[in-house]
Nanobody, 126 residues
């Protein structure tokens, strides 16, 4: 059974940092691209970042580029999102999602993903 379990969310002041993790199990983690997707209150799903199967290719939404870093440890079946210089508009539930293959051709299309975690809440507020 494929499982994706996020952790690391919380309440942080603007300008602060958080590190999200996604523990994967039930599949060959190193064979799949992975992404982070978020959903702000009252809004739809928004793609944040994608990393390919090997971890040597990454992409970011313009809104987070330069502030967020996606990474993966295939030996530990773990996906990570380091978030720095956080802004109130980063407030959202953050999900990790499995791509349907070793790359994600259109990361902004939510049909590109076949499994999702339960999400972790990130709140940026003073």
């Amino acid at each position: 059974e494929v499982q994706l379990v996020e952790s690391g969310g919380g309440l942080v002041q603007p300008g602060g940092s958080l590190r999200l993790s996604c523990a994967a199990s039930g599949f060959t983690f190193s064979s799949y691209a992975m992404s982070w997707v978020r959903q702000a209150p009252g809004k739809g799903l928004e793609w944040v970042s994608t990393i390919n199967d090997g971890g040597d290719s990454t992409n970011y939404a313009a809104s987070v580029k330069g502030r967020f870093t996606i990474s993966r440890d295939n030996a530990k079946n773990t996906l990570t999102l380091q978030m720095n210089s956080l802004k109130p508009e980063d407030t959202a539930v953050y999900y990790c999602a499995r791509g349907r293959g070793y790359i994600v051709v259109v990361p902004t299309n939510m049909n590109s993903y076949d499994y999702w975690g339960q999400g972790t809440q990130v709140t940026i507020s003073s």
